[in-house]
């Protein structure tokens, strides 16, 4: 096998302060956290981890929730443009929010998460929530979603193959990642809020997510970027850099990056949209 190509140092600055290197797929145009720690678990148990909690204990965190309220029902927008009802799967499904709002919206709604604080505080919400996709095996869903999840997800080719399984034939399956390829990626460095290594444990850009889900029979068939998430994401790497002035400058640096975007296409984030296709075309 071909030895990877280091690509940048980073350091966890939510848990263990610890420094974690990315290195090229040899596959795939993507990048992996190495090395993988075998007690992953820890690196999530913090109460500022805010996607596992409804916090709004500070500004940042308040204007965190406030984004995704609004981006709740855009997102079901976006998917009521390929489905208007049937069963949604929400992978990752954290506090259980987009559920809820799925439901709003005449959705089945079933919802996966292997924490268990945040399927607690689902469960308060009356959503209740799988641990893994073992409870569902025997189901077909009509919409998968996976909003910022799969860099979470340590066997990736495993996780798309079940995602397939999983897909009605008609289905659509909506996937948001950061995009490392991004202006606020490239300028914020091993700064780079997004990175969250070890919890991220790959990177993707345009191109990668691409070529792993063709290798697994998906077609990409749509993009739609997440303009937000450059300004929360800059605002996190002004704090990982101790920065004066940090609000000024995040968001500059976020309105730079979707600026840049514009004519680049390479936002912070990108939501894709895939369809099965037929296995050996």
């Not at 073992?134 to 995602?163: C, G, N, P, R, Y």
């Not at 997004?194 to 792993?212: C, K, M, T």
Request: aromatic residues 18%; neutral net charge; hydrophobic residues 35%.
């Amino acid at each position: 096998m071909a030895k990877q190509k280091y690509f940048i140092s980073c350091k966890d600055y939510l848990v263990s302060g610890e420094e974690f290197d990315l290195f090229w797929s040899t596959e795939y145009e993507i990048l992996e956290t190495k090395p993988v720690p075998r007690n992953l678990p820890f690196y999530y148990s913090s109460d500022n981890y805010i996607s596992h909690t409804d916090s709004k204990s500070d500004f940042t965190e308040k204007l965190y929730q406030r984004v995704k309220t609004f981006m709740l029902s855009k997102k079901l927008g976006w998917i009521k443009n390929y489905k208007t009802s049937g069963k949604l799967l929400d992978v990752g499904a954290g506090t259980g929010d987009f559920l809820i709002e799925a439901k709003k919206h005449a959705f089945d709604i079933y919802g996966v998460e292997p924490n268990e604080t945040a399927r607690g505080v689902a469960l308060h919400k009356d959503v209740v929530l799988e641990k893994s996709f073992e409870e569902l095996k025997d189901l077909k869903f009509d919409v998968i979603s996976m909003w910022h999840v799969l860099e979470h997800v340590a066997d990736q080719e495993k996780e798309i193959t079940s995602l397939y399984n999983l897909l009605e034939e008609d289905g659509v399956l909506v996937v948001a990642v950061p995009n490392f390829r991004s202006y606020d990626a490239d300028y914020y460095k091993e700064y780079w809020a997004a990175y969250d290594v070890p919890r991220h444990l790959y990177h993707f850009s345009q191109n990668g997510i691409a070529e792993i889900f063709s290798k697994f029979n998906f077609e990409l068939v749509e993009k739609r970027p997440l303009i937000f998430d450059s300004y929360y994401v800059s605002l996190l790497s002004e704090k990982h850099k101790a920065a004066s002035w940090k609000y000024l400058k995040a968001f500059y640096r976020g309105w730079m990056s979707n600026f840049k975007a514009r004519s680049s296409s390479e936002y912070s984030s990108l939501v894709y949209f895939f369809k099965k296709r037929e296995k050996g075309l």
